[in-house]
């Protein structure tokens, strides 16, 4: 080795690169000085020493371009190799860190399986309900649904509900492009006799497909000529029903089918899944004004303002506006009804208003979709939830791999790199996990639907836009529990982490575990605190006081053969059905009426006493004629007075008042023997009974006045319904008494028979929806906070290893250090109760509504969360705790450092 | 020697290679220096033309480049090899004695024209 002195490297220069060019320059011109030194120490004269240098080194200009290539080409090459190279590194180091610890990796993708589960089938549900519009409507976005705003007895209230007229107007309107009416779904009976099953129909008009913009999947919907009173009128099939009935067969169009007694032509079959303006399964769509015709018996509802039976929608004329749309309609609306409001009796403030056409988007919104809103919300706090499991799982592993980490970040990894490798990891994992919950969620949704959205329309399956949903929130959720994890898991102190083997202070991670611990546990307390609201609301509503006792009253509704039967037919023929019933064993009374539960009827009715019966908010008096037994049937107990007995039946009028009847208007001397004045007449009918309120229908009801009457068997009102008592519970005797109901006479098409629990468990729906899944989503979220709390507390005691060795070492009892523990898992119960519990007041005035005469801080609510919570505290407590008892002090001596 | 050769085709690399084998990381300048120095001034080396060299060899992989300072306080950039840069060292070399032994063979091969 010689002349090693001046050309040995000094010092080394910082590891930023300059730009290339100027790299190039710095570089000759380096060259060229230690040129000019060597030509000055040869004698050169300093001055031309420069240029002589120069003209040694060649072309400079050229030379410098030519290197300057290279350079670049090089650049690009590195580039290029880098990227890949190193993406492909990631996703090696991900995988084995994947395979080498598979039940860190189960856990995750469980975690965030439940997490992300739970949000792919509430959206399934927010979806269909809220975001998409019916299935085949073309430009939703120009469709409307009317609406009439008014006020009745005082309150004003938004229905959708709009009179054949109206529709008539609304075809008038310009703003309109076109506008169609329909009514919901109601069962019908296909065929007869003993092969009878029953058919969900919906009346359409003619014009109402081509509003929608859906075209028939074969044969064609109702022409105009077909949807007028007086032609035979015509049926399309649903395509579900057009499978399960006649096996796909297309040769049924042109063939008649037999609906309640209508014998109607299938003119096609809907498309897939058509569920026309709303979302409940249709089976066969019969035209609007015949159908309703044929329904009604008269065609007075063509002509009066004062029939409400049919939805509207409209799509509005190109340029039309929604304010313009609602101003015709209203000002139509109004126009129509012009001598009613003269009279008095219609609201001359009435509005009709062209709104949203999806059904849970208007006024009109069903509790159902209410409650799933909330429940949207609610698994998404689940997914947070899972998230910070996750992250903690992540923290937990950054913490026990520091040691390994420091090796590599001293070996000269990049931290970008490292973090890239967890990240992507996290990713990795949360995609199996989002596959896992597209698994659950096709398992679990199909469930969910089936018992506690049974009216919507669902059809199984993937579908693009959960699987889109899906696939998102699986990304944001991995890389929400895993970018902080990653980028606290590269800041390490190289030096402390490498000498004491990764066991050094973790103060600071260990706060933030304990944080999300914190926060797992608040968000759990605010979902249980919801779950128990709606359970106690569930109950509450079960356990309301009808009158009816609900398990044992069964109400029998009887569809005869001829549809237009008159009165005396009606009644022979519900006669025969209630002999026939009674004399089953399981039941003990049978009752008439023409008013059965659920529909109410009202008349002019004079008081003795009274100019004019006052108004109660809940309407009435609303009038029953009824057979003797009714009130024992119903199991209403006559408080003063005498029940009917059948001589009432013809003899002189009497009735039976109700007790808030009796309240209101002879509060202080009471109701027997009073005169009621019905219609117009004046002749006395005479009370001669007080019996206890019930419901008319619902469950939330206000009070009301109602009167009985005995039922004329001369001079009969049409028959609706015949009530069973039975002697046990009413479910068991019901199959049996249909089966015989149904084939006994050939004037009955079709007998259904109903307890009143099931006539009532519709208007429960919206609490059962929301106590299930609140009850899932608040269990599923304390089971995951629970054992992301346990793995904090083991994570912890095995931090302590030492200090507990130590300890036991000097004595200290295992008592306390089991206290100790267990102390800290509670901790986390103390804190999440206490912000879950805020949480959960501030909440509160939003949900109020949505419950069923519980308070949103409901005492035996909070009381059992609190126990639910300190109970899991424990459970996860337990396992660390033991471990701390067996630390063995001389092992832990033992171990290094 | 009355006369000054310039380096045969592919000579360039195999003297850089050998060159920072030898005296270990240097700067182009010295890199040059050394050639000279080592073949006794046989070989000049065109300045510029090094650098081209020095370059396409980064790129190649065979050295590496970073930049420091110099004793006479300059900032100049130094060259090393890398693990390949040795490998192309030996295969050169062997490369090279086998063209040196059979010009050799050839050129003390008795007989005239």
Known sequence: MRNTGPSRRFFRLGQRQPPLDEAVDWEIEHHLAEQVDRLVEAGWDPGEARAEAERLFGHLGRHRDRILRIDRSEAAMRRRTQGLEGALAVVRTSLRAIRRQPRFALGVVVTLALGIGVNSVMFGVVDRLLLRPPEHVVDHGDLRRLFVRRSFLGTVHTQSIVTYPDLQDLRTAPEFKSVGGYTPARERTLGGGPNATRVRVALASHDFFPTLGVSAHRGRFFAPEEDRIGVQGAVVLGFDFWQSAFGGDPGILGNEIDLSGFRLPVIGIAPPKFTGAELSAVDAWMPLEAGRYLEAGSDRFMHTYGSWWLRAVARLAPGSTEEAATARATALHLHGRADRIERGMYDPEARMIAGPLILARGPEASSESDVARWLAGVSFVVLLIACANVANLFLARGARRRREVAVRLSLGVSGRRLVGESVFEAALLALAGGMAAVVLALWVGPLIHATLIPDLYWSPGLDGRLLTFTALISVGAGLLAGFGPAIQATRINLVDDLRDGGRGSTGRKSRTRGALSALQASLSVVLLVGAGLFVRSVSEAHDVNLGIDPDRVALVTLELDSPDADAETRLRVYEEAAARAGAMPAVSHVALTDVPFQWALGQALGAEGWDSIPALPGGGPYYYHVTPEYAATLGLSVIRGRDFEHSDQEGAPVAIVNATMERVLWPVDGALGKCLYLGESNQCTTIVGVMEDASRGGIEEELHMAYLLPLSRTDPPEIMGLYVRTRGDAAEALSPMAQTLRSFSPDIRWADVSTIRELIEPQVRSWQLGATLFTAFGGLALIVAGIGLYSLLAFNVAERTREIGIRSALGARRGRIVREVIAEGARFAVIGITVGFGVALMAAPAITDLLFQVEPMDPPVLLAVTVALLLASLLASITPALRATRVDPAAVMRTDA | ?113
């Open chain 2, 1 to 113: 020697m009355s006369s000054v050769l310039g380096p045969l085709p592919g000579t360039l690399e195999f003297l850089i290679l050998k060159t920072l084998a030898t005296a270990g990381e240097r700067h182009g300048f010295a890199i040059l220096d050394w050639i000279r120095e080592a073949t006794d001034e046989v070989l000049i080396v065109e300045d510029g033309a090094l650098y081209h060299a020095l370059h396409r060899m980064v790129r190649r992989g065979w050295l590496e480049a970073d930049w420091g300072v110099s004793e006479k306080g300059r900032r100049a950039r130094y060259y090393r090899l890398t693990v390949a840069g040795e490998s192309a060292l030996l295969e050169e070399e062997l490369r090279w004695n086998r063209y040196v032994e059979a010009v050799a063979k050839l050129a003390t091969r008795p007989g005239g024209r």
